[in-house]
């Protein structure tokens, strides 16, 4: 909700875009006030045997029922909370409000395939019809979601000609040379199987090249000692290594 607000609040680009991101975004308020609602509801009158029976069906919920949020009765008096399931704050440090849209999308498409994975597993942990409903219509709207932002990264892609953001960064000024390389840090050469290593790059401007021995560029990084006041350990003579005490 917080970052496709953001991101529609900041946008200079197409007046469609702008739509989009803000029509989700503000269908995504909605969204909580679904889920902060259910919560109040599923805290009204809970009954114990009810509690009881959940607790030892699953050790999961168990855990987490065994360590659940007061503030729910302290605080909101039986309502939702903006903090997440450990009772930590809602903060905006994670939202991606980044004023390329290319950019923002894919973090749109995650964040709607991260959202419908989870929704996805809380249905399968709950019994509850009314829970059931709600959350399969939650499921569907990120069905929808994750295609939209899907369809508008590739009209991007189709648009600027490009898929690496930022597509109108001149590529001269980066080493073209190591560009396509894999580069295979891990025991066995399985990675080297993946479609990431070899063939054409998706952006359809140069060719991935595995290297099972990547090239040193440069060389091993040795910092400059500390200044006395900061109380560094300092290096010793690698070719020398005994002190004076020792010698």
Same mark, same amino acid.
Do not use: C
């Given at each position: ?60 919920? !168990?855990?987490?029922? &065994?360590?659940? /949020?007061?503030?729910? =009765?302290?605080?909101?008096? $039986?309502?939702?909370?903006?903090? +997440? ?54 499921? !569907?709207?990120?069905? &929808?979601?994750? /295609?939209?932002?899907? =369809?508008?990264?590739?009209? $991007?892609?189709?648009?600027?000609? +490009? ?85």
């Amino acid at each position: 909700m917080m970052q496709y607000l953001w991101q529609g609040f900041n946008s200079r680009a197409d007046a469609k875009y702008r739509d989009l991101v803000l029509d989700i975004g503000t269908e995504e308020i909605g969204h909580v006030e679904m889920i902060a609602t259910m919560i109040a509801r599923l805290l009204d009158d809970a009954p114990f045997d009810e509690q009881e029976k959940v607790y030892n069906s699953d050790p999961a919920v !168990a855990a987490i029922m &065994g360590g659940s /949020n007061p503030q729910h =009765a302290i605080v909101s008096g $039986l309502g939702a909370l903006p903090a +997440d399931s450990n009772g930590y704050p809602w903060v905006s440090k994670y939202i991606i409000a980044s004023g390329n849209l290319l950019a923002d999308f894919r973090a749109n498409l995650n964040a709607e395939s991260q959202g419908r994975l989870q929704v996805a597993r809380v249905y399968e942990m709950t019994d509850d019809p009314g829970v059931k409903d709600m959350l399969s219509f939650l499921l !569907a709207r990120d069905t &929808g979601h994750q /295609n939209q932002w899907l =369809a508008a990264i590739q009209e $991007l892609e189709e648009k600027e000609r +490009d898929i690496v953001v930022p597509t109108t960064f001149p590529r001269e000024n980066e080493l073209e040379a190591v560009a396509y390389d894999f580069y295979n840090f891990s025991e066995g050469e399985e990675s080297s199987t993946g479609p990431w290593a070899r063939g054409k790059a998706p952006d359809g401007r140069g060719s991935f090249h595995y290297k099972n021995d990547p090239v040193i560029y440069g060389e091993e990084p040795i910092l400059k000692p500390a200044p006395p006041k900061i109380y560094n350990t300092p290096r010793t003579n690698n070719n020398n290594a005994m002190t004076k005490r020792e010698s």
